[in-house]
């Protein structure tokens, strides 16, 4: 069985020259890749994992009611993300670890910049976990 990033690479040449990538894609594949050293079953189990994890923990966050819940529950996002290289999870969770805690209009809007970070990163995973 191929890895993720090979069956995802094997879904790029199906798309033809004349749609060419747009951007960085929400979780980079190689690195995942990287990080479970190729093994097909343990790049499914992270990527399912992070999907629960940062449901989670997005959730904790957005009803944390003091500095240290807020930046806790940020930080476990930042990590997780970084294992699966959903590089754009882990900048926006970094913001909201930043900052002092969960009350003002900066807190709201590292929240929604997050909480699209991670939508945007799940709404890739599950194709790939549909296909496992």
């Not at 499914?44 to 629960?52: A, G, K, M, S």
């Not at 997780?80 to 209009?105: D, N, Y």
Request: with cysteine; hydrophobic share 45%; aromatic share 4%.
């Amino acid at each position: 069985m191929a890895s993720v990033a090979a069956m995802r690479v094997s879904d790029r040449k199906d798309l033809g020259d004349e749609q060419p990538c747009e951007g960085p894609r929400p979780v980079d594949l190689v690195h995942l890749s990287r990080f479970t050293l190729g093994d097909t079953k343990l790049e499914h189990e992270v990527l399912e994992l992070f999907r629960v994890q940062a449901g989670i923990y997005l959730e904790r966050l957005k009803t944390a009611a003091d500095p240290t819940g807020w930046r806790e529950a940020a930080h476990t996002i930042k990590g997780s993300a970084r294992g699966i290289g959903a590089w754009s999870v882990a900048e926006a969770a970094a913001a909201a670890e930043a900052l002092e805690g969960p009350a003002g209009k900066r807190a709201s809007s590292a929240l929604a910049a997050l909480d699209g970070a991670v939508r945007e990163a799940i709404d890739f995973i599950e194709p790939l976990l549909a296909d496992h």
